[in-house]
DNA sequence: AAATTTGATGCAAACGTTTGCGGAATTGTT
DNA sequence: AACAATTCCGCAAACGTTTGCATCAAATTT
């Protein structure tokens, strides 16, 4: 172990510790030529600082922790890989830890975080999670909490949030500017905040503006699910069929291609996606974006903001975008 | 900052900052009973040991590094989820950094790393790195450095990598056996060793056995670069395509979809794989699975052995699998 | 020439742990 | 009753930094 510390250098250098500290950090006291043989040194001896020494000394530890359920998710890959670039661009350090939608590692996970001494926490709850005092208690710390995605009911926290009701309204409008006229729409596991506030949302536009169309709705918590469901309603003859996400409209264009079915002719498709799954069809499915990488460059902001002295709850919500496919 | 530390307990319980420590730790010299009044009070004030004062009192951080292009890739997010589930499971944690292609974000990187003494890395290079030595400095460190997937060619370090020539061998042998005449095969970047190594065994194999297959081969280093391959090969009638990799195949599909061909009636496909996007379609697409799951395993056992003692350089392969679905 | 300012550096404490060693009180052995 | 062993605990140094304050020589001012 090789390790170059102040003292060693300070040690060939004839200086004391404070001296080779000041001058590796441009300190106005030291003189030039002294700072000038300190750098010198430290680089031939590739010196790096012990991060964890400064983290004890100034208790600062530019670390962020992020909790998600599964990083194996288009979604939470673009919001992590935002706050991945963020953090490092402003001198940050992530450390990233997923639960598996098991509450119990979850703590676990949590309990590395504060033995890390975090700066802040990006955090996404598993399904199951009902006690969010653990997370409250950071708060009490003076740690920002960020929750993401799926975020608890509780209103004292500070959530980033992607646009359920207004993506789902936004899909319902462009089925009805389409003149379909019957909607099979697709959503997921029925006890999620998210699929509720989606279903609402859809169904109210649907069906408010008179439009005459007729919509079949149903639930399916997994992509086997979805096409077995598919396959079910099929039967009905829906010209258009709605996935409120990607795990669905794998399922769906499953039996669509199973059929045989030309897309748009014999049936219309539009989603709710982060991008990836839509892209990896033709043609490429019409969707309204909720944008994980936008969510997290959202999160980061707040985390920053947090930092910065707001005190300030709220819960923010990132924009919507409708990208147009060939698939209705 | 409500931070409870061993002195404020010891404080409370008049007693003294190391018996505190042992205490926590189940010290044999501790007796029973202050052993319990400590971990009682330690409980109700939420105590948690400071990883910081730990680490650079032991010098031993429990920490990896794991540097990657991007997170945001099926393969290497399989293979993130392994390594960070037993990593956790073995009392480490994981500090994951992309860079994107970068070699100087990887340099970045790697100093963060250093900063943060790491016990170990996991690296997967940028195709654009061409100096290895940052990361042998490390290996003269006694910090571990396990290269993964795109590895140097030097050969005294430890890798671990799929199995390339095998399953581009495993993909023509299913090829061959099922009587197919005329090949497609379509390959990633000519530069890259893996697709050199891929392209070599499976027309090799192809070739040798006298099987009078028609081969035409040609080179995408994109998913759309493989789309505009596929519709101009498509003229030349191949039976089957093979696609080097999910990239390839995602191209080759959406012009299978857009001509509307059957498969694996009007064109047989075989890819190789980390399995997400071959179950993305109907009929699933038979694959060589090389999978990043297996490999962070096996990384992550090449990383203990390597702090158990063992000094052996190794390069480690991880096994293939044919996975059948029904697209040949 | 004395007093003051300026410039460059060193001292030492602190951050929160771990751990070798030593010591006092209790218990056990002849 | 004298001694040895055992049990339980505290002292203090060390890990590598940062930083307020002190120091001291040289340069400047009076």
């Known amino acids: ?164 009701s207004l993506s789902a309204t936004m899909a319902a409008t462009v089925i009805i500017n389409k003149k379909k006229k019957k909607v099979l729409g697709l959503f997921g596991n029925a006890h999620l905040l998210m699929t509720r506030k989606r279903l609402a949302a859809f169904s109210e536009t649907i069906n408010e503006k008179l439009t005459k169309i007729k919509l079949i709705t149903d639930h399916a918590s997994s992509t086997a699910e979805a096409e077995a469901l598919m396959l079910k309603h099929l039967k009905e003859k829906p010209d258009t069929v709605f996935c409120m996400s990607d795990e669905i409209l794998v399922g769906v264009m499953k039996v669509i291609q199973r059929k045989g079915l030309a897309v748009p002719g014999d049936i219309g498709v539009i989603t709710i996606s982060n991008g990836t799954a839509p892209k990896l069809y033709h043609p490429e499915i019409t969707y309204i974006e909720t944008s994980g990488y936008k969510l997290g460059k959202l999160a980061f902001s707040s985390m920053m903001a947090c930092l910065g002295g707001s005190t300030f709850i709220q819960e923010l919500t990132a924009e919507c975008l409708l990208v147009e496919g060939g698939s209705l």
């Open 1 to 164: 172990m090789n390790n170059t510390t102040l003292k060693k250098i300070s040690e060939i250098l004839g200086l004391s510790i404070s001296t080779i500290s000041r001058a590796l950090k441009g300190h106005p006291d030291i003189s030039d030529k002294t700072k000038q043989r300190v750098v010198e040194l430290a680089t031939t001896l590739d010196y790096e600082p012990n991060a964890n020494a400064i983290n004890l000394r100034t208790s600062n530890s530019k670390l962020f922790g992020l909790i998600v359920p599964s990083i194996s998710n288009w979604f939470y890959n673009a919001f992590i890989a935002a706050v991945e670039e963020d953090s490092r661009r402003n001198g940050y350090s992530l450390m990233i830890l997923q639960s598996s939608d098991d509450p119990a590692i979850e703590i676990t996970n949590l309990k590395l975080c504060r033995q890390n001494r975090i700066t802040g926490l990006f955090v996404c709850i598993s399904p199951d999670t009902t006690n969010i005092e653990p997370f409250l208690k950071l708060k009490e710390m003076d740690i920002p909490v960020i929750f993401f995605d799926k975020v608890p009911e509780n209103n004292n926290c500070n959530k980033v949030c992607v646009a359920d």
